[in-house]
C-alpha cells in the first residue's frame, strides 16, 4: 500500500513537472520579443559610464530588476486572483510611460544632441566630477525602463499559466522571470566589455586574433549607437503595442491591416503618436503647477 502510495506520489509530481516543463517553454517563446526590446533598451541604458564602472552598473541594473520581479510577480497573482480586470489598464498606463519616455528622448536629442554628447563625453572623462549621482540617475532610469518591460514579461506569462493551480502558476512565473534577468543582463554585461574583449585581443599573439580584435574594437562604438536607437524605437514599439492591445477595436484593426512587420510598425507609429501627447500633456500640466504654485 505504502509502496502504491508513493508510485502515485512520484506520478502526480512527475505530470505537474511535465505541466510546468511545457508552459515555461510556450512563455518563454512568448515573451522572446520582449525580451530583445529589453536587452536593447538596458544595453542603451547603462551605456556612457567609466570604463571600469560599467559592470558595476550593469550589476546594480540587474539587481533592481531582480527587485521588481519581485514585487511584480506576487502583484500580478493577486491582481489576477480579485481584480482581473485591472490588468489590462495598468499595463496600458506603463505603456504609455514607455511611449512618454521615448518621446521625450527623440524631442531632446533633436533639440540638444550636440550639448548632451559634449556633457556627457565631460561627464566621462572629468576625474573631478562625482560619478555617484550620475550613475545613479543612468541605474534609476533603467530599473524604471525594466519595469514596465518586465510588468509585460510578466502579464504575458500569467496568461499562459492562468487556469493552471497556483502552485505551478507560481514556479512557471518566477522561472521565467530569473531566466529573463539572468539572460538579460548577462549579455548587456557581454555587449558593455566588447571594447575590452576587442583590446585584449589586439594584444594576444596571432595575426587573426589581433585583426578579430582590432574588427571588434571599430565595429563597437556603433554597435553602441544603434543600439541607442534599436532602445529608442523600442519604447514606441513595446509601449504602442501595449495600448493597441488594451483598445479591442483598434487591436482587431492593426491585426486586419496585415502581417507582423506592419503591425510592428503601425504599433511604432500610434506609440509615437502616444509619446507625442502624454508629453504635451505632461508639459502644459508642469507648467500650470509651476504657476499655481509660484
Known amino acids: 500500500m505504502a509502496g502504491s ?9 512527475a505530470a505537474v513537472l511535465d505541466d510546468v516543463s511545457l508552459m515555461t517553454k510556450v512563455a518563454a517563446k512568448k515573451t522572446t520579443g520582449v525580451l530583445g526590446d529589453d536587452l536593447a533598451l538596458n544595453a ?23 527587485r ?21 489598464p495598468l499595463l496600458m498606463v506603463g505603456g504609455a510611460y514607455l511611449c512618454f519616455e521615448g518621446f521625450e528622448k527623440v524631442a531632446h536629442s533633436l533639440l540638444h544632441a550636440k550639448q548632451d554628447d559634449h556633457a556627457e563625453s565631460a561627464v566621462v572623462a572629468d576625474p573631478s566630477v562625482d560619478l555617484m549621482a550620475y550613475e545613479q540617475d543612468k541605474i534609476k532610469g533603467a530599473v524604471r525602463t525594466d519595469f514596465i518591460l518586465s510588468a509585460e514579461i510578466i502579464a504575458i506569462t500569467l496568461g499562459i499559466v492562468a487556469d493552471a493551480p497556483l502552485m505551478q502558476q507560481v514556479i512557471v512565473m518566477s522561472g521565467i522571470a530569473l531566466v529573463m534577468t539572468v539572460g538579460v543582463y548577462g549579455l548587456v554585461g557581454g555587449i558593455v566589455k566588447l571594447d575590452d574583449l576587442g583590446l585584449w585581443m589586439t594584444q594576444r599573439q596571432g595575426g587573426l ?34 495600448l493597441v492591445h488594451g483598445i479591442a477595436p483598434l487591436h482587431h484593426w492593426v491585426e486586419s491591416v496585415g502581417g507582423s512587420v506592419t503591425m510592428a510598425l503601425l504599433n511604432g507609429v500610434l506609440g509615437v503618436a502616444a509619446g507625442a501627447v502624454v508629453l504635451g500633456v505632461v508639459t502644459i500640466a508642469s507648467k500650470i503647477w509651476s504657476a499655481l504654485r509660484g
Not at 68 to 87: C, G, H, M, R, Y
Not at 218 to 240: D, I, Q
Open 209 to 242: 586574433t589581433r585583426a578579430i580584435g582590432g574588427g571588434i574594437l571599430r565595429a563597437a562604438p556603433y554597435m553602441m549607437k544603434t543600439l541607442s536607437v534599436v532602445g529608442t524605437a523600442a519604447m514606441f514599439l513595446v509601449g504602442g503595442g501595449i
Open 44 to 66: 542603451q541604458q547603462v551605456t556612457g559610464v567609466r570604463a571600469e564602472r560599467e559592470l558595476p552598473v550593469v550589476w546594480a541594473v540587474a539587481k533592481g530588476s531582480l
Open 5 to 13: 502510495s508513493l508510485l502515485v506520489l512520484l506520478d502526480d509530481i
Open 68 to 88: 521588481n520581479k519581485v514585487i511584480l510577480v506576487p502583484a500580478a497573482l493577486a491582481i489576477s486572483a480579485f481584480i482581473p480586470w485591472a490588468v489590462t
